[in-house]
Every structure is written in structure tokens, then in C-alpha cells.
């Protein structure tokens, strides 16, 4: 069973940078697909990002696309997402999750293991 733990959260201005790890134990890292989501107050956990452990392909949500970059450094368990050129409407509690599928999927039911999350807040 995987176990994933989330860092690298905080404030951020707008236009500024952050950069989230996720860092994962207890399992085989290399067979599992990492995702990244976030919620905001009052919303639905929506998808971020995803890294399939299948072909290393990555997938973005329309909303981060050019902005966010997932990467995955199989050395350290961990899964990184660099968030650049942030907007107010980033703000959100941002959750690591992961499942063993070696396909990509964006819906939070498809992953088995989550992290408790990182708040980000960003201001205009």
C-alpha cells in the first residue's frame, strides 16, 4: 500500500512560482501513476495534472496547460508539480494521489491512495 505525503505549499503573488513534492512510500513507485488535484473552498476536487508510471506520459487540465509541469524522479519516490505564472484562481488545498493503472485517468475515483494536501494561496 503507497503512502503519499505532500510539501511545498504556501503564498504566492500572482505571476510567482511554487514548486509542490509529493514524495511516496510503502510501494513499488515505478508502477504507479501519480496525479495531482486540487479544491478550492466550496468546489469539487478537480484533476491538475497526471504522470503514468506506463510510457512517463503526462496529461494537464486545460485550465494549468503551459503553466504547470509534473515531473517524477523515480530515485527519490517523488513526484514534483512546478507551478509558474500563478493566478488568484489557483488558489486551492492541492492533493497527491496515486493509483496502479498504466493509463491516465482525471477522475479522483480512479486513485486509491491520497495524500492530506498542501494549501497554495495566491494573491493579486
Known amino acids: 500500500q503507497v503512502q503519499v505525503d505532500e510539501s511545498g505549499g504556501g503564498l504566492a503573488q500572482a505571476g510567482g512560482s511554487l514548486r509542490l513534492s509529493c514524495a511516496a512510500s510503502g510501494g513499488t513507485f515505478s508502477r504507479y501513476t501519480m496525479g495531482w488535484f486540487r479544491q478550492a473552498p466550496g468546489k469539487e476536487r478537480d484533476f491538475v495534472a497526471a504522470h503514468t508510471w506506463y510510457g512517463g506520459r503526462t496529461y494537464y487540465a486545460d485550465s494549468v496547460k503551459g503553466r504547470f509541469t509534473i515531473s517524477r524522479d523515480s530515485a527519490k519516490n517523488t513526484v514534483y508539480l512546478q507551478m509558474n505564472s500563478l493566478k488568484p484562481e489557483d488558489t486551492a488545498v492541492y492533493y497527491c494521489?496515486?493509483?496502479?493503472?498504466?493509463?491516465?485517468?482525471?477522475?479522483?475515483?480512479?486513485?486509491?491512495?491520497w495524500g492530506q494536501g498542501t494549501q497554495v494561496t495566491v494573491s493579486s
Open positions: 494521489a496515486a493509483n496502479s493503472y498504466a493509463t491516465y485517468y482525471s477522475t479522483s475515483n480512479k486513485y486509491a491512495y
